[in-house]
Structure formats: structure tokens, C-alpha cells
């Protein structure tokens, strides 16, 4: 299940164009190459998008709060970050503020749970409180 795309303001385009300029940004086919212990991955989503069905594996640490709770979660500012959000708006601009506060390997996914969610990786989503991991299939 893809968000659906929202259109966006020209102010707030020009302020994600400006962060992932300077930011590191990874394809979701170069994500799936990556060795699951090589990295954390990241859902900078608000509380209600991670609720509706988050990546299987992920940790949440919303764009309002993760600048507050990264150092006590992830410590190691060397270590590799993969952030999605919706798209990659948000995360490019969670990568920037990361990397202003010294993580080095701050990462945004391209294309986001959109992405995710098209190349039908695992999904786990709250039902009635409980998580259920999926394997989400694309149908052509």
C-alpha cells in the first residue's frame, strides 16, 4: 500500500532540494543490496503513518523528536543510518540535521515507504495492537 503523493509547497521543495544536495541519498534496489547487519534502518514517519504499516526491522524515530533521541538510541555517529519517510522529503532533511550533529553515514532511501512498499518488501503493520510482519507482494 503506497501513500498516496501529496503535492507539496515551493518552500518546502526548495528546502529539501537544498538538503539533499549535500546529503547522501541510497536507490531502493542498492538498499536491498545492503547487508542487514550493516546498518540501522530508520522510519522518520509520525506516529499514525508507523502505526498504518512500517518496514519490517525498522526502528521509529519520528522527524519531530529523532534529533532529541538519536544519541541515546544510536550512540555511534559512525554508524550507517538508512532514514525513509513517505517519499524522501523528510529523511533528506533528518540526513542533513544528523549530519550537523556529527553522524557521519546519515542516509536518506530515495522514494521512501513508496519505494519500499513498490519493490514488496517485508511490511509489518499494528493490528489491534499486536504487529504482524508481512511479505508484501507486487502485483503486476
Known sequence: MSTPH???NPGFLALV??????????????????PREDHFLIDVREDHEWAAGHATGALHLSKGIIERDIETAIPDK??????????????ALVAEALGKMGYANAISLDGGWSAWNDAGLPVTREANGLSTALKTQRRE
Open 17 to 34: 532540494n537544498d538538503a539533499k544536495s549535500g546529503v547522501k541519498q541510497i536507490g531502493i534496489d542498492e538498499y536491498k543490496a545492503l
Open 6 to 8: 501529496k503535492k507539496h
Open 78 to 91: 559512525s554508524a550507517n543510518l538508512i532514514l525513509y519517510c513517505g517519499g524522501g522529503y523528510r529523511s
